[in-house]
């Protein structure tokens, strides 16, 4: 149960760390916003951006498994269902 805690854990941090980065960058660009703008736009562009690579990674992940490296491991967190004793229903 822990292990698949780390594995989904690393599996939303990796790409929340790639929208992250990839803001960065494009605030490198010499993109120059106001103030005002500025906070709520990074917020929407990284959101937008996670988003995306998260699902591209996923998409990709289910033609060539291998990509689960994308995620940052290739391993699935598995989830157990709950047992109900024969009293509940």
Do not use: C, H, Q
């Not at 939303?12 to 990839?22: I, K």
């Not at 994308?70 to 109900?84: C, H, I, N, Q, S």
Request: hydrophobic letters at 55%.
């Amino acid at each position: 149960m822990v292990n698949d805690f780390l594995i989904s854990f690393i599996r939303t941090a990796v790409p929340v760390a790639v929208g992250a980065v990839l803001a960065w960058l494009a605030s490198k660009t010499g993109i120059v916003l106001d103030a005002d703008s500025s906070a709520s736009l990074t917020a929407g562009v990284v959101a937008v951006v996670v988003a995306v690579y998260y699902a591209l990674a996923r998409v990709l992940e289910i033609r060539w498994p291998w990509l689960g490296l994308l995620l940052g491991r290739r391993a699935k967190p598995v989830y157990e269902v709950p047992r109900t004793s024969k009293g509940e229903g």
